[in-house]
């Protein structure tokens, strides 16, 4: 599938995704502790932990799930299969729904308003870098285009799995 000069270089793997991605997340957490709050509000505090619990179980099911299919690249690897199990039935993009969610969760804990807009400014980003791998994913994978129909990008449906809703 890489046959292409250069196909398999950092940048056509899609590794500015990769720098942009870990700038925004050393962001989230360098502002957090840098410009943090005073710990006062405690609900505050407790609405960060839930986050981060959430975006931690969103990312352990994403890593156990595509097994040697991960890599930290947005193109798929060349012998991919395209996972549609586990986390992967409810939300398409369960890592980035997993950084978006801890970065909230982070920004919360410390209370900063500096982490909590990086925090922010990392879903756009993933919708982006999302859309991207889409590109490659439905050139790979024939059946991409009908999962993308059914299974939402980031937030799981509440119902069934065959239920339809909006593809955030």
């Known amino acids: 599938m890489n046959d292409a000069p250069g196909a398999n270089t950092f940048l056509a793997r899609g590794g500015a995704w990769v720098v942009g991605q ?3 997340m050393a962001a989230v957490i360098v502002l957090g502790v840098s410009f943090h709050g005073d710990w006062s509000r405690l609900a505050v505090i407790a609405t960060g932990v839930g986050l981060l619990v959430v975006g931690g179980y969103f990312g352990i099911a994403g890593v156990l799930v595509l097994g040697r299919n991960r890599t930290a690249y947005p193109k798929p690897r060349d012998g991919s299969e395209l996972v549609q199990r586990g986390i992967y039935a409810r939300v398409r993009h369960p890592l980035y729904t997993s950084v978006i969610l801890s970065s909230l ?3 919360c804990i410390w ?21 991207r791998e889409e590109r490659w994913l439905d050139a790979m ?4 285009t009908n999962y993308a129909k059914q299974v939402p990008r980031f937030i799981p449906r509440l119902g069934s799995p065959g239920d339809v809703s909006c593809n955030f």
């Open 22 to 24: 870990s700038v925004l």
């Open 111 to 131: 209370q900063s308003g500096p982490a909590f807009a990086a925090a922010l400014a990392l879903i756009p980003f993933f919708h982006a870098k999302a859309r």
């Open 141 to 144: 994978f024939p059946g991409y």
């Open 105 to 107: 969760g982070w920004a």
